[in-house]
């Protein structure tokens, strides 16, 4: 049975920094990885989806890692800011059923 | 990507009565899905919703409490039915769109918020 955990589950840091969220799952038998970011009482916008046979995908300032051969992905955030302030949220998709298996998320505060 | 919009966005129930949500998707899709996130947790799926047949539910989660309808390819609701504090919880629908893309790239409503007194 796919689990999917994150670390840190809580970040807290001042703008600017460079940031890496961790997404760690057990069964590399996934059809696709996506990246997701929920703000308080909302639902998920999806940032970015990686594909089984890619190994990373980039949009703005985000940048996610795919390594399925050690059960990982990383979400880099650059020179992060305020308003990225938010729940952040890894899901990877059965290879078979297409279902999407959550992780715990990361609570991320970017103080100025 | 498709824009999804649920209602209500959020309820407070008294225990015992029913809630149903809907959701509606503003072109067709292939497959839509319902999910529960309790407090403080992540999501779960509680079933795939299956137009014009019976949804097909996730381990824990049964039709009799949580009966879904899919009537056509934009539109499907989720009940609430005999609910408990412990029902409280955000309720989302996801959908994706096999015609549009080969991704398999889920896209998700704004949630319900649902709370039990």
């Known amino acids: 049975k796919q689990e999917v955990t994150q670390i840190p589950a809580a970040l807290s840091v001042p703008e600017g920094e460079n940031l890496v969220l961790n997404c760690s799952f057990t069964?590399?038998?996934?059809?696709?990885l996506q990246w997701f970011r929920q703000d308080p009482g909302k639902g998920l916008t999806s940032l970015l989806l990686i594909q089984s046979s890619q190994r990373e995908q980039t949009s703005g300032r985000l940048n996610a890692s795919l390594d399925k051969s050690s059960g990982r992905s990383t979400l880099y955030i650059a020179a992060s800011q305020p308003g990225d302030s938010a729940t952040y949220l890894c899901?990877?998709?059965?290879?078979?059923?297409?279902?999407?298996?959550f992780g715990t998320g990361t609570r991320l505060q970017v103080f100025p | 990507s498709a824009v999804i919009s649920q209602k209500p966005s959020r309820d407070i129930c008294q225990r015992g009565t029913s809630l149903t949500i809907q959701c509606q998707v503003d072109s067709q899709v292939t497959m839509m899905f319902w999910y529960r996130q309790q407090p403080r947790q992540s999501l779960t799926l509680i079933a795939t919703?299956?137009?014009?047949?019976?949804?097909?539910?996730e381990s824990g989660f049964v039709i009799d409490k949580f009966p879904i309808s899919r009537p056509n390819l934009t539109f499907s609701t989720l009940t609430v039915s005999n609910m408990s504090p412990e029902d409280s919880s955000i309720y989302l629908c996801?959908?994706?769109?096999?015609?549009?893309?080969?991704?398999?790239?889920?896209?998700f409503g704004p949630g319900t918020r649902l709370t039990v007194l």
């Open positions: 069964d590399s038998a996934i059809y696709n």
């Open positions: 919703a299956n137009q014009g047949s019976e949804a097909t539910y």
């Open positions: 899901a990877a998709a059965d290879y078979n059923t297409d279902k999407l298996i």
């Open positions: 996801s959908v994706e769109d096999k015609w549009e893309s080969s991704d398999n790239e889920q896209f």
